[in-house]
């Protein structure tokens, strides 16, 4: 590839935020470097996605290789920032800008004293569980087990607590089934969900000896994030959206046979010696939210899943749970005028459509506003080297004097620091080539 001047721009994260980003930007002739912390450079949508989502994984990880198989991307998988690599040396090697698409990668902590001293031990969170269950399956998989139990509980209300509760309901009938004799396999089972495929094969629920997991929510289950609100909207309106969460939350009991407890607080852990066996609630009355009485409710796994949070570094300063931005259009963050924030980085949401459209968005904004880099810019610079008017020549190299592009040798010297990296991972530059030897067996495949 011919090195040209121009600008150089970190992407931290690949996923879809960060694959947009750098689709935006080269289209425009800038260059990018992404710092992927997995090998794979597929953020939630590999770790996050619950494997039944065949067709839709597929879909978007084919939409993030056509995006950084571009020219001018350049790819560093298996690198944490701030493990291998810190952001303050990244910040001094001189890059035009940073992104970052870092994603929402920490669990919002459950509110409860010294909780999080039983990870392992009876709790878990809910990014954890869901990257367990996507790949337990592969041959040689390493990372801690997460133990299924049946009767577990769930905190959360959200989607994610859903996909949660789903897998908790699919893995114990099917192991119970399969101490029974039935060959079932999770994708009819998620299909047709647990219900039907029971009664198609004569079977009861109770036959299986199961009770099934338990949902607590804080709130009211019309309450639940699980269709969006829009800005402003009538009280009938209103009474509409939350009769259809009511109506969305019973399908997903009908087929998959969980309960849901409403307006249920966790307040303590239940101890015994050193495990996490179950959580004490407050049972809180609608309006206004007086206590009503307490309950323990015993089991030997808790999951929590009350929502995600950026990932946070830290040369970066925080406002309360999120990144602390300067400008919320830009993404900018604040102390820097070169660092800006996309997608969950910014939300703490694993939406796909909403990182898709704030990485864009802000993509282009910062090639505008702070690179004043314009899309007919790029083609000026190409023809640079090849118009034949001495005229044109001249007013092309007076535009761009005007902006603060990076020298051909200092492209070069970002591109031997990123050559090096790679070198270190056993990376050769070869993105279908990487993908194809890193990803994983897929359980569809296995049948």
């Not at 090697?93 to 999080?116: C, E, K, M, T, V």
């Not at 994610?160 to 114990?172: F, G, H, Q, R, Y």
């Not at 009991?253 to 495990?275: H, M, N, S, T």
């Not at 800006?340 to 694993?350: Q, S, V």
Request: with cysteine; aromatic share 10%; hydrophobic share 35%.
């Amino acid at each position: 590839m011919e090195i040209h001047p121009g600008y150089f721009v970190v992407i931290i994260g690949g996923g879809v935020a960060g694959s947009e980003a750098a689709y935006q930007l080269s289209k425009r002739g800038i260059y990018s470097a992404i710092f992927e912390q997995h090998a794979l450079p597929y953020g939630k949508i590999e770790e996050g996605l619950p494997k039944w989502h065949i067709k839709l994984r597929n879909q978007e990880e084919k939409k993030i290789d056509d995006k950084l198989s571009q020219s001018h991307v350049f790819l560093i998988p298996k690198t944490t920032i701030g493990t291998d690599i810190s952001l303050k040396e990244i910040l001094e090697w001189g890059f035009s800008a940073i992104i970052l698409a870092s994603g929402a990668w920490r669990d919002r902590p459950l509110p409860l004293p010294d909780i999080n001293r039983y990870i392992g031990k009876g709790l878990y969170y809910q990014n954890m569980f869901v990257s367990w269950f996507n790949h337990y399956h592969e041959p040689g998989f390493s990372a801690p087990d997460c133990p299924i139990h049946d009767n577990a509980i769930v905190i959360g209300g959200g989607l994610a607590s859903l996909d949660v509760v789903k897998i908790l309901m699919l893995e114990t009938t099917l192991q119970a089934l399969a101490e029974r004799g039935y060959k079932a396999n999770l994708f009819e089972l998620e299909r047709f969900g647990i219900n039907d495929y029971l009664k198609n094969n004569g079977i009861s629920f109770s036959d299986l000896g199961l009770k099934g997991c338990t949902l607590y929510y804080r709130k009211r289950v019309e309450d639940m994030p699980i269709t969006p609100l829009p800005p402003t909207l009538s009280p009938e309106k209103l009474v509409k959206i939350q009769q259809l969460r009511k109506r969305i939350i019973q399908k997903y009991q009908d087929k998959y046979l969980f309960d849901v407890k409403e307006c249920y607080l966790p307040i303590r852990a239940i101890d015994d010696d050193g495990w996490l066996k179950g959580i004490v609630f407050r049972k809180v009355n609608q309006l206004p939210r007086k206590a009503h009485y307490e309950i323990e409710v015993r089991s030997s796994l808790v999951i929590s899943a009350i929502g995600s949070l950026p990932t946070v570094f830290p040369e970066i300063s925080r406002q309360g749970e999120l990144l602390a931005i300067a400008d919320p259009k830009t993404g900018r963050i604040k102390g820097y005028q070169n660092v800006f924030a996309i997608g969950n980085a910014i939300t703490g949401r694993g939406n796909i459509q909403e990182s898709l459209t704030s990485s864009r968005y802000i993509s282009r904004l910062l090639m505008e506003d702070y690179l004043d880099w314009r899309a007919e810019e790029i083609q000026m610079l190409l023809k640079k080297d090849i118009t034949d008017s001495a005229k044109t020549v001249t007013r092309i190299e007076k535009k761009l004097k005007s902006k603060k592009l990076l020298s051909v040798k200092k492209i070069q010297e970002l591109l031997y620091k990123i050559y090096k990296r790679q070198q270190v991972i056993g990376y050769n530059g070869n993105y279908r080539e990487w993908i194809s030897r890193n990803l994983p067996i897929r359980l569809e495949d296995m049948r």
